[in-house]
Structure formats: C-alpha cells, structure tokens
C-alpha cells in the first residue's frame, strides 16, 4: 500500500495541491480521519456529483440537487430487517460495531443508540481520532491565539477603530497548553457522551476477521450483525522527506507548537498549510510555501483563492514556490539548518536549496488501513483507500458488495472532512436500521479557519462549468463584497467576497464560495439550501436580520437573476 | 514638497531593471540612450525616434513594486490602436488592463503571462510598422537570452530580469556588452528570509549585495533596513546601558500640550512606540508628586580599587552602587518608602533596586530584588541575566515594575553632574555623574587629589525630607568610601 501510495504522490506535489480541497475540514485539519490526498478527494468529489446528477434523474427529476432519501423502499428494508431480528437475534454480540472512535466513528454510534442498535466502538489509540486531537480541534485553538494576535498588532486596525493597545505579546507554552486542554476537554466530552449512551467503548486494534466477525486488542473476538471501519488517517510524508519530529515535522507535532521558527518552510499550500501558515506569522515566523502545481491553493475556486493569495499571503512574511517538489528534506543536525531540495514539478530538474529552520509537510493526508484484516473478506484497497459505493458498502476485489461491511471517513477517501465522516456514519445507521439514504456530498460544507476565513460548499466554478457544458445548461456568477455589509463595516473588516454559482434557468444552486469575516459560520445557510433542495428564488425571501454578516448571503441570493419563467417561488394561499 | 518628490526620483532611479534590459540590447540602447523612461514619462521619448517601443510594467497603485501578468490580451502580430487594451496585469491590489499609448504592432511579448516584472520593466516591444517586427523580435531574443544566462533562473519570476539589473551601471556610457553582466551568484548562496525579501523589493535593495547576520549568514529583515537606512519596524534592544529615568527631560509639561506651531516644512512625525508612550505616561505622572534634590560629591578612590579587583569576577559598577544604595537603604527605611495616597506612608517589606537601562529609542527599569540580601556577585549575575532578558524583550512585569528605589548612572557618558525625575510609585531616585580627579582641601589645609563623584537624589517630599536624604547620603557616602562592606 505504501508503495502504491508513494508512487500516486511521488509527484507530491499535485497532491498536494489538491489536497486542500479534499481537506476542506470545517476545522482546517482533517477532521476525522486523516485523510486521503487530496487529488484522490477532488476525483472522489466529482465522481460524487455525477453519481448524483443521474440518481437526480432517474429519481427525483427535477427536485433536484437533494439527498435522496426514497422512502418507498423504506417500508419493506424495515421489516426485512425486523426478521432479521427476529429469527437471530441473540446470534450476534451487537448490532454494530464501529472500528475507530474518531468523529465519524461518534456520529455514526450515536445515531444508532438513537435507532436502537446495540453498539460498540473499538479504538487501538484515543477517543476522538484526528479530529480531536491531532486536528481540528487543537488547530483551532492555535488560530484563536493567532487571530487576536492579528488584531493586538495591526495597530492600522486598531487605530482606526479608536483604540490603544500596549505591545502584545504570547507565552508560548501558554498557548500550547491551551490547544492541548482543548483537546482533551472535547475527548472527554466524547467519551462521556457514548457512554452515556451505554455505547461500550472497546480498547485495542480492532481487525476484521471475516464476514460480521471482528477481534480487538489480543484476542477478544465479537460478533455484529453490521461493522463499519472508520480508521481515518495519517499526514502523508512524500519520499525523501526524513519527519524528526523537531525541525521538519507533521500537522500533529506542529499543533503541540513545541517551537515558533524563526522561519519554516511550509511544503503544500492546503487548507493545513494555509491555516498553519496563519498561526506561525501571527506569532512571529516567517514562512515559505513549497506548492508543487503553478498556484497556491490549488483547491479553492480561482477568484477566491486569488483573493485569498492577496490577503492571506502576500501581505504577510510570506514567500512561496510554485511548481516544485520538495524531493529530499534533512532535518537540522550537527549545526546545519535544515534544508530543503527542490526539483521543478515537471522537468524534475534540480531548482533550489532552501536553508530553512523548520519544515512542515502539509501534503496531504493517506488513509489509515494497514492491519485492518480486509484481505479477510477479499477486500483490496485503492491506494490505501477502502472502496465504496455511494451508501458506503464496501467493495470487494471482484466488484461486489461486501454484505454488512462499510466504510466512512477518510478511509474512504470520499471526502477527507470530520463532518463527511459523521454523515457518512449517520448515512449509514440509517441504511442499517432499514432507511435507504444517500448522502449528497456536494451538500458539505468545508471551511479553513485563516483570518479571515474561506469556505464553501458544492462546485467551484470551473467544475460548475464544466459540467454545464457535459449536462447542457446555463451557468451564472453572483458576487457579493464584504465591502456592503454594514456589520462587516463597523467591525472594520470589509475584505472579503462571497461567490454563488447558480443555474439561471431553475435557480439552482450550483456552489457558494466564501472569503471574509466569518465565513465558516456564513456557509451553512447555503448548504442547507442544497442539502434540502431550496431554489434560489424560494429562499432570497427569507428574511435576514439586520445588521449581520449573513446579509451578505442574503445580498447574494438577492443579486442573482433567475429567469422569469422559473415557477412562482411561494405558492400563494388561494383559495381554490 | 521636496519629500514628495523624493519617491519619484527613487522610482526613476530605480529603473535599474529597465536599465539592465536595455544594456543587454546594446545597439538598441545606443538608438535610445535617453535610457528607459517610465511609463507615465513615455510621453516625453515621443522626441526620440523610435520605431521600436517598450511597454513598461505601469505602476498601477503607489504601494506596487512588481506586477504579475495575468493575461495578454493581444498577441504577438496584433495590430494595436492607441488606447486598446494590450494586456491584464495584476497589482498587489487589483487587475487592470493596461492600454498602449501608440498606435504599431505587438512585435514580441517579453514577459509571458503568469509572469512576474518589476514596475517599470519592460514587458513588450512594440513595432510602428511590420517591417521592424523582426528586428523588436530579435531583440526580445536576445532579451530572453541574456535572461536566462544569468545563474539559475529561480521560479518564474522576473528575479531573472532583475537579478542583471542589479549590476548594471547606471549610465547608458556603458560600454555594450552583448551578455548582460549577469551577476555570476557568488559561491556562497545568499539566502535571505521572506521577509527580508519583500523589504528589499520594497525598498530597492540589492540584496545579493548584503551581508546577513541572521542565523547561517542569512539576510534578515532588519539586514535589509539597516541597508535601506531606515529604522527597523520593531526596535531591536541594542544598548543596555544604564541612563536616567528622566535625566535631561527638562520639566516642561507645556511642551507637549502647547499648541505646535506648524510643523517645518520637511519634518517628520514619528509616533512614539510602546515603550517610549509608557515613559511619556510615566514623566507626566511624576508632576503630581513634590519632590526635591539633595546632592553632594563622594570620593571614589576607594571604590575604583575594589571594582579593578572585583571587575574579573564579573562585577559591574552596576551592581557595586546597587549594592551599596541597598546597602544605605537598610538604615533608612523611610528612603526606601513610598506615598501611596498622600496620606500615610508606605514601607516596603523589601529593598528592590530599579536600574534605569537604555535601550536602542526607549527606556526600561529591570529590577535587582533584595538588592540588601544577595551578594555581590548574585548580584552581578542576576544584573547580567537581567540585561539579556531586557535586550530580548523578555523582561516580566515584575522584573521591571516591582522597584522601590532607582539608580541612574549617566557616568560613563561624562556627565558629572545631573538629576533625574522621581518615578511614580518610587520614593526617591539617585543620581550618579561621572567620577573625576578633583582638588580637594583636608581640615589641616593640606591639598590632595581625590576622584570625586557627584551624586544626586530626588525625593519625594511628602514622606521624604531634606535631613532624611542628608543622613541617607551620608550612609551611602561611608559605604562607598569605605567600600569593604560590600564584599561582606
């Protein structure tokens, strides 16, 4: 697996770039599981929408963009699965049992204590997985600390708003400690919430041994009627890059901030990249991005990421190559700085040699499958990713459906985001416990937590293009500056656009891309919208309170020009 | 006015990369020797006979230095009308299209789209008529050629346009060499931190000319300020020598209230730092407090041989008046007290001796706490960590704010005699000039010379009166004539 792996990225870079995207955790880190590159993430997302777009059509017809929920078949799955119960029900240990006890792995034990299932959760590390303590979470309270640093020294900002502040300074141990008490708060918070539940929490490696058959720890075997992986992931470390831990390190030293370069040389310019580059200048660093596609933030929409690049990188003490490998990387040792070989991405022709007091690989993240026991149920992983089917059953090496194994989160390399995984579980619960359900995944949201803040859900517009020109309609752009927004003006932080991708022709929408003063937290409305199936034209009515950001959203379902002919948004109370 | 222009002339004359470009066009340069004008200046090459014209990088907003090319919206043999739209260039700021001035034909496009090229350089050529679209052609060849010579093009940047800029003398006497003197890159790399990067874009500076003190020998930003002149962002500590805390600040609180009379044409407003608003704070404050000056001289024979015998064991006068005035303290409580709220007195539980430091634009107190309790060469080493702690900004509160008496020792600059503003907060503050070789009359009129140092308290006179520094000074005086006592 490695090696296939090694060989997807030895040209790390492209997966590199494209890994921001399939990063897009609302956290900025990989959520749940570490993750899939994200090359591997972006191909997984598009294949997504298609799927989609034909379950739309065969399905739905023109309702549209939603989660397909068909509950005619509902009745029928329910009372198969009532049988089964009834004729074995003592033959299994559980109902479930969910391997891995990250984000995903919670979501999914939670909604199937809320079904009625017997659950168990098996965990070979801590509770919490990525997410919790080698991701998001930590990560966000390091950009805490990094935003208020922002605003305590822009003394431009500051002034203009009316105010003095004396000199600010940090304890770095201080902030530390602050992302590490995060972790362990929501890991216990975690922990109590399953076993509140009465979910039993099993510690060791978990393995699959055969069909509805799992061991964990030495040799404790159970059985359960249906076995979800959730295993998450790892930071990918391309070839020649020695990790030490100290000088060129991973996302999971980093957020333990055991130093603050002076300078550090940031290889891959994703979401985890992005937002570590936010903390290290506020807190002093100078950064290199070492991206190996033409353009920083490959991932993004191009207008946002070009407006991201204006404000996120170039004012700041950053410097950045593009189109270039890092192909070898030595850790500092015997006096010597740590230096960073880089190749051209194309020619592979030696470029550069960068001097740099720390490196941080950022290129991606790669599943975390190995020991699983998959070859036990003839299951063979695509670069280390376990195949599944648009409901998450997993895929055998003959193509077939492996009965009562599924797998979530970054294992599947779908979507390398915590609340994909948590979805993708609840998706699932659902299925077993007789729902069919279909999760769109161009109804997710991600989010990278830089100051100020992008995010975004559904296609970017050269994707929205694209398919606009395979499926035959129109595509239309409405923009919306933070500049207009009354809120965003008064707390002086006008910078920033929001972007919707829509079809003129039925109001659909298509994508919506953030760039702005809490733009995290802006995005759902929108994904709502997609998850449920809104139009443009029924929801630029509703109405937002003023003065928020949300106007900003607001202004943007507003600007948008749905043809006349589409259907008269609300049905008026006539009687008839 | 004058300092208006000055950033124009810095533009012109920074034209260095147009320069460069040129030379390495040498018989092209000779038709021009008017050298590279600017663009908003091109009007003015109208007199010279050109056939062949350059289309500079504009300046599109008064902050842009370089600017990428997002798109050319014309290509190589388009026919071009004045005020068409030529090509897409994105600023710090924004893209704009730029239009061209002239009527011709795009010849050749020297800087590609995604390109990146100083303001002012030239991104393309463009003919008056088809016939000259071979000769800007080859130019641009040759151009591209010189280019790439030079030692490893980094990124696609304009780095390679430049990086022969650097090099090339100002003046069209040059001779013509065909290859642009590209700066052959010393053998040692340069290496410079982002940072240090953008500044030397920013402020015109060579940087492969610098030598950098940072870590390996790399450029740091502030290698690049001290090289551009200008004062560095965030001020280094760079002295740390003792100096009062309001030495030559005559008391004149009218001075910063009064209504400025108008600035002098060319003056510049500098705002204060942190620190330096937290010592302006400070001085004004101290006008609420009454306060007094007692002074007199104190011979230092005795102390100047105790400091050559202790000075190897890393003992600083420094720490000897500290020790000594902590020493003195101990008899006079009272001097070591403070005026709380105007109405009682406050005794200090313990005797923390406040060292006003100089440090490069401001001015800090690192505190020796039971400066009455450690000896000498604690003392001494505590004074020593302290300094680097204040040097390296990593002073705590409580070692800068928790003194309860002050020394400033503005002696090794010559200065025999001063006073200093009594700190709020702080009962008194000694003063301390410089020792010097003064003719002195014993009781039996026998004359001697005697090193002489004039010492000065300022007190405040609520809780402090004149006899209570007397006898205080007179303590000090036997301590430090007596000097024994402070080995003990």
């Known amino acids: 697996m490695q090696s296939s792996l090694s060989l997807s990225f030895s040209q790390g870079s ?107 959760i098996i965990e070979g590390d801590v509770v919490g997985g990525t997410c919790v303590n080698r991701g ?56 109590n919430s399953m076993k509140a539940l009465g979910v039993d929490i099993l510690t060791g490696v978990g393995t699959v041994l055969g069909p509805q058959k799992v061991k964990y720890g030495k040799d404790n075997v159970i059985t359960a009627k249906d076995i979800i992986i959730a295993t998450g992931s790892v930071p990918f470390v391309p070839r020649g890059i020695e990790v030490d831990g100290k000088t060129v390190i991973t996302s999971d030293h980093a957020l333990k901030l055991e130093s603050v370069p002076d300078w550090i040389a940031i290889v891959g310019s994703g979401y985890i990249g992005l937002e570590f580059s936010d903390v290290y200048t506020a807190l002093g660093s100078e950064v290199t991005f070492i991206e190996a596609l033409d353009q920083l933030m490959p991932g993004f929409d191009p207008e946002i990421g070009k407006l991201a690049q204006r404000v996120l990188i170039n004012p700041r003490k950053i410097d950045y190559h ?99 995984a948590s979805a993708q579980g609840i998706s699932v619960v659902e ?21 100020p803040e992008i995010s975004m859900v559904g296609l970017t517009e050269p994707q929205a293009r694209e398919k606009a020109e395979k499926e035959g309609f129109e595509v239309s752009v409405a923009k919306t500056s933070f500049k207009a927004n009354t809120k965003a003006l008064a707390e002086n932080e006008g910078e920033g656009l929001a972007k919707l991708i829509y079809r003129p022709d039925n109001g659909e929408i298509l994508g919506v891309h953030i760039f702005g003063l809490h733009a995290a937290d802006l995005i759902h409305e929108v994904s709502n919208a997609i998850a449920l199936g809104t139009r443009i034209h029924e929801i630029k009515y509703a109405v937002h309170a003023h003065p928020t950001l949300s106007e900003v959203v607001d202004e943007l379902f507003k600007s948008a020009k749905v043809h006349s002919q589409a259907p008269s948004p609300v049905s008026e109370p006539v009687a008839v | 006015m004058a300092s208006s222009l000055l950033p124009n002339a810095a533009t012109s004359a920074n034209a260095d990369p147009t320069l460069s470009f040129s030379s390495s066009l040498s018989p092209w340069t000779r038709r021009f020797p008017s050298s590279a004008p600017l663009p908003r200046r091109r009007r003015r090459s109208l007199s010279v006979q050109s056939k062949v014209r ?171 300020e001290a090289a551009a002149g200008i004062k560095p962002s965030n001020p280094a500590f760079s002295v740390a020598e003792p100096a009062p805390v309001a030495a030559a600040a005559p008391p004149k609180p009218a001075a910063a209230a009064a209504a400025a009379p108008p600035p002098l044409p060319g003056s510049t407003v500098v705002p204060f730092t942190t620190m330096q ?35 190897k064991k890393g003992v600083t006068m420094t720490a000897l008046l500290a020790k000594a005035a902590a020493m003195a303290l101990v008899q006079h409580p009272v001097v070591n007290a403070t005026c709380k709220d105007g109405k009682s007195f406050t005794y200090n539980s313990s005797i923390n001796i406040a060292v006003a430091v100089a440090i490069n634009g401001g001015l800090i107190t690192p505190v020796l706490q039971d400066a009455d309790k450690l000896d000498l060469y604690l003392l001494s080493q505590k004074w020593k960590e302290l300094v680097e702690k204040a040097r390296s900004k990593q002073l705590q509160p409580h070692e800068y704010n928790s003194g309860t008496f002050t020394l400033s020792n503005l002696g090794m600059f010559g200065v025999d005699r001063f006073d200093a503003i009594l700190p709020p907060g702080q009962g008194a503050i000694m003063a301390v000039g410089a020792s010097k070789p003064t003719v002195v009359a014993d009781a039996d009129g026998f004359f001697s010379v005697k090193s002489k140092m004039l010492v000065n308290v300022t007190a405040d006179h609520r809780i402090i009166y004149g006899a209570d520094l007397a006898a205080f000074l007179q303590t000090f005086l036997k301590i430090i004539e007596n000097p024994d006592s402070l080995t003990l």
């Open chain 2, 54 to 224: 350059e289309i500079f990088m504009p300046a599109l907003s008064s902050t842009m230095t370089e600017g990428k090319i997002v798109s050319w919206v014309k290509s190589e043999g388009d026919v071009l009308s004045k005020g068409e739209s030529v090509v897409v260039v994105e600023s710090d700021k924004a893209d704009m299209d730029v239009e061209t001035f002239y009527d011709g034909i795009l010849a050749a496009i020297v800087v590609p789209a995604g390109e990146t090229a100083p303001v002012g350089a030239p991104i393309g050529l463009l003919a008056e008529t088809e016939d000259e679209i071979a000769e800007a052609k080859a130019k641009a060849k040759a151009a591209a050629n010189s280019g790439s010579a030079s030692p490893a093009p980094s990124a696609p940047k304009a780095e390679a346009a430049a990086a022969p800029a650097v090099t090339a003398t100002p003046a069209p006497a040059i001779p013509q060499p065909p290859p642009a003197p590209g700066p052959a890159k010393p053998s040692g790399k340069v290496v410079a931190t982002p940072f240090a990067k953008k500044l030397a874009k920013q402020h015109k500076v060579d940087i492969n000319k610098l030598v950098g003190t940072g870590p390996y020998g790399r450029i740091t930003p502030s290698d690049v």
């Open chain 1, 431 to 451: 299925q077993v416990t007789g729902k069919d359900h279909v999760l769109n995944h161009l109804s997710i949201p991600a989010a990278c937590f830089t100051h």
């Open chain 1, 14 to 120: 492209s997966a590199v770039a494209l890994a921001p995207r399939s990063r897009l955790s609302p956290d900025s880190l990989p959520l749940a599981s570490p993750a899939a590159p994200a090359s591997l993430r972006f191909c997984g997302l598009r294949r997504e929408a298609l799927g989609f777009s034909s379950l739309r059509k065969s399905g739905c017809g023109a309702s549209g963009s939603v989660l397909v929920a068909s509950q005619n078949r509902a009745p029928g799955r329910v009372s198969a699965s009532a049988s089964d119960n009834g004729s074995a029900p003592k033959s299994f240990d559980y109902d479930l049992v969910i391997i891995g006890a990250g984000v995903g792995g919670h979501g999914a034990a939670l909604n199937a204590v809320e079904m009625g299932l017997k659950t168990a």
């Open chain 2, 277 to 311: 608003a937290a010592v302006s704070k400070n001085m004004l404050e101290s006008l609420t407090v009454p306060t007094f000056r007692v002074g007199f001289p104190v011979s230092t024979d005795a102390l100047d041989a105790l400091y050559e015998k202790v000075k």
């Open chain 1, 322 to 420: 593009t189109g270039v490998f890092a192909s070898k990387i030595t850790p500092a040792k015997d006096g010597k700085p740590v230096t960073i070989e880089l190749i051209d991405a194309k020619t592979k022709e030696p470029k550069d040699t960068l001097e740099v007091d720390a490196a941080l690989i950022a290129t991606g993240r790669a599943p975390f499958t190995q020991g699983l026991g998959l070859e036990n149920v003839n299951v063979v992983t695509q670069r280390g990713f376990v195949p599944v089917d648009e409901r998450m059953r997993v895929i055998d090496a003959n193509g077939n459906l492996v009965p009562h194994l599924y797998c979530i989160g970054d294992a599947n390399g779908k979507m390398m985001l915590a609340h994909a």
């Open chain 1, 136 to 191: 998001c979470v930590p990560s966000k309270a390091l950009l805490a600390v990094s935003g208020r640093m922002r605003e305590l020294q822009s003394d431009h900002h500051l002034k203009a708003l009316g105010l003095q502040v004396a000199a600010a300074g940090y304890d770095r141990q201080a902030v530390a400690d602050h992302a590490n008490n995060l972790a362990s708060k929501i890991r216990n918070n975690l922990t």
